[in-house]
């Protein structure tokens, strides 16, 4: 049944009432108005913090290592090193599939600007985890770290890591603090060439010189101990290089 002429005339005469066409107009104002202010609430920050967050679901929170003990800390390393090694990973010197994918169209600007914010971040380090090490294998390795062998021409590691062993700026990174996987990963990586850096290598020629025995020892005795409170990379006029090496500026 049709609906009677009154009421659709009734309807029409409402709509058509200039009062009531502000009312609605206002109405759908406000619906826009809130659904824009949501979409404004919900805009994501354009801040390098959370440009970067793709790289702490691996490093962590601010870069300071994953808990499965492989993902290093980035946190507080120096800039020069951090750059020095987006550039390997972007460029194919480093070889690591998920970093390269992530930063192949990337900028060196951006890289240094990436560098830069993680070298300023500082959280606290965690408590060392002991290892499956004995005690001479540990005193093989404070050796190796502070007097190095001559007998194999291997140099001290605080010769070039500082005498922290927390790095030296711009671009020699700190060993203390790492998880002994990476640190074992990343010797390992060195010693079968799959891991480069500027000619002269100062590393891969000093690794070569390194038996099996040497780098389980060094990695069970760096990464026992505590980072101290002062973790800040040691000036590059503190430290006087043992050899040649190359790109340490970036």
């Known amino acids: 049944m049709s609906e009677p002429f009154t009421m659709r005339t009734n309807r029409t005469t409402l709509a058509r009432s200039p009062l009531n066409a502000m009312f609605?107009?206002?109405?759908?104002?406000?619906?826009?108005?809130?659904?824009?202010?949501?979409?404004?609430?919900?805009?994501?920050?354009?801040?390098?913090?959370?440009?970067?967050?793709?790289?702490?679901?691996?490093?962590?929170?601010?870069?300071?290592?994953?808990?499965?003990?492989?993902?290093?800390?980035?946190?507080?390393?120096?800039?020069g090193y951090l750059y020095n090694q987006l550039i390997n990973f972007r460029d194919g010197k480093r070889t690591y599939p998920v970093m390269?994918?992530?930063?192949?169209?990337?900028?060196?600007?951006?890289?240094?600007?990436?560098?830069?914010?993680?070298?300023?971040?500082?959280?606290?380090?965690?408590?060392?985890?002991?290892?499956?090490?004995?005690?001479?294998?540990?005193?093989?390795?404070?050796?190796?770290v502070h007097d190095g062998d001559k007998t194999k021409g291997i140099p001290a590691c605080v010769a070039c890591h500082g005498a922290k062993m927390t790095g030296t700026a711009p671009a020699i990174p700190g060993l203390i603090g790492l998880p002994r996987d990476y640190l074992l990963g990343q010797i390992g990586a060195w010693k079968i060439g799959t891991r480069k850096a500027?000619?002269?290598?100062?590393?891969?020629?000093?690794?070569?010189?390194?038996?099996?025995?040497?780098?389980?020892?060094?990695?069970?005795?760096?990464?026992?101990?505590?980072?101290?409170?002062d973790a800040a990379p040691a000036s590059a006029l503190t430290v006087k290089l043992p050899l040649e090496c190359g790109k340490l500026s970036p």
């Open 24 to 79: 609605i107009a206002g109405i759908a104002v406000f619906i826009c108005g809130s659904n824009f202010a949501r979409a404004e609430e919900a805009r994501v920050p354009d801040t390098i913090a959370q440009r970067v967050a793709a790289c702490v679901v691996c490093h962590g929170k601010e870069g300071r290592a994953g808990s499965d003990g492989y993902y290093p800390r980035i946190a507080g390393k120096p800039a």
């Open 198 to 229: 500027a000619t002269p290598d100062c590393m891969a020629h000093i690794v070569q010189k390194m038996d099996a025995a040497d780098i389980s020892a060094v990695t069970a005795w760096l990464s026992e101990q505590r980072v101290p409170a």
């Open 100 to 144: 390269t994918a992530m930063l192949e169209n990337m900028s060196d600007a951006y890289l240094r600007e990436i560098a830069h914010y993680f070298s300023e971040q500082h959280p606290p380090y965690p408590e060392p985890q002991p290892t499956q090490s004995n005690p001479a294998e540990r005193e093989r390795g404070r050796v190796l």
